[in-house]
């Protein structure tokens, strides 16, 4: 009977771990998607000093989300993202016209990170 009590307490903690760091992600992934949003914005209407600051912000809260958040998602989720992230800072900086389809893709990929984290039985076991 303790067996049983001890694996039944094991899966509960997986399932509220599981369940935990959905939350998690889908928090600071809405988090980050809302400034992406706001920088498209802020550039398309001219604001690009503006836009450029919430850049830097989005790459400062993504670098605190990266390093917890990569214990839990596979890498390579995250590895397209750092690109993105990255290139979106230097193309704020120069004012680029590529800005705006750059920061639609970033908004795209962590939509696709913030859905693919769901919890799901597959994904819990």
Not at 97 to 115: M, Q, V
Request: aromatic share 8%; proline share 2%; net charge neutral.
């Amino acid at each position: 009977m303790t067996r049983l009590k001890i694996s039944i307490f094991i899966i509960l903690v997986l399932v509220g771990m599981s369940v935990f760091q959905s939350m998690w992600i889908s928090k600071s992934c809405i988090s980050l998607m809302n400034q992406t949003s706001q920088a498209e914005d802020l550039f398309r209407n001219g604001n690009t000093a503006k836009s450029e600051e919430i850049t830097v912000e989005l790459q400062k809260k993504w670098e605190k989300f990266r390093v917890p958040a990569s214990v839990f998602v596979r890498n390579n989720k995250l590895t397209e993202l750092d690109r993105l992230i990255a290139r979106v800072h230097h193309l704020a900086e120069n004012e680029s016209d590529e800005l705006p389809s750059e920061l639609t893709e970033l908004y795209h990929l962590l939509e696709l990170l913030k859905n693919s984290e769901i919890p799901r039985v597959t994904s819990i076991f």
